[in-house]
């Protein structure tokens, strides 16, 4: 019989041959995978990385408590290092999740350290549908509460409207304006219909890029949704489509 499985390292640290050369202390980001040198590997030449523990992180001039979620941004500005070569940061953004801190880190301490843990793509990220009801025509929504998370930090990554049906009579004159904002009514993101910009009939469309500020929510932090129609402007009833991704794990 085969074996389906065989034992090959404990994972604290695995195989990696690098297309170019990494420096002692590097942190390699390759596809998604995350790990760090302890030791100087030549371009193409076997080597390991470091994948879990406990390391020191060049970080930005930001203080990070203990507890702080930490990520890297591969372009940061390390504390006493160079501009743009690479720090820790707790902005998730477009940045790698790294894991969580273990010590207070002043902004002008030069590292912080992180336990560190990983991101597998999926656990954390969750699909919301939020119906919105058929409006007549120049009936509006203002600043209705429709998402929270009470306990957990939050990322909102898109936000969209998916039509039960056909727009009717919107035009530059009678447009219709759909406005995403946070608890202190920061735009998060804005939508706006018009002759030439018409909803979608009975299919789905993202609002747009989202705030990179305001798009972070903080545990028990709501979103709201307002709905401005014009005058003769009338738009089915919808789904707000919400994908959104704990920024606390």
């Known amino acids: 019989m085969a074996f389906q499985a065989t034992f090959i390292q404990e994972g604290k640290q695995v195989d990696y041959t690098p297309s170019s050369a990494v420096a002692a202390g590097d942190v390699v980001i390759d596809n998604g995978f995350k790990g760090f ?30 507890g702080d979620v930490v990520f890297w941004n591969a372009t940061g500005d390390p504390v006493g290092g160079t501009v743009g070569t690479g720090a820790a940061t707790k902005t998730r953004g477009a940045n790698v999740l790294m894991g969580r801190c273990i010590n207070q880190a002043l902004a002008t301490d030069t590292t912080v350290r992180v336990l560190v843990f990983e991101d597998v793509a999926g656990e954390t990220e969750a699909l919301h549908l939020i119906p919105i009801e058929d409006l007549a025509a120049n009936a509006d929504i203002a600043a209705r509460p429709f998402f929270v998370d009470p306990i957990d930090a939050r990322e909102l990554v898109e ?3 998916l039509t039960l049906g056909a727009p009717a009579d919107v035009d530059d004159s009678n447009t219709v304006v759909i406005a995403i904002a946070d608890d202190a009514a920061n735009a998060i993101v804005t939508k706006t219909y018009n002759t030439a910009d018409q909803p979608p009939s009975s299919d789905y469309e993202s609002l747009g890029a989202l705030a990179a500020t305001h798009k972070l929510l903080a545990a028990a932090e709501h979103v709201t949704v307002a709905v401005t129609q014009g005058t003769t402007a009338d738009m089915p009833a919808f789904f707000l489509v919400v994908r959104s991704r704990k920024t606390n794990e």
């Not at 030549?42 to 060049?58: E, F, K, P, Q, R």
């Open 37 to 66: 040198a302890a030791r100087a590997i030549a371009a193409n030449a076997g080597g390991a990385l470091l994948v879990s523990g406990v390391v020191g992180l060049a970080h930005d001039a930001v203080q990070k408590e203990i």
């Open 159 to 161: 936000v969209g409207i």
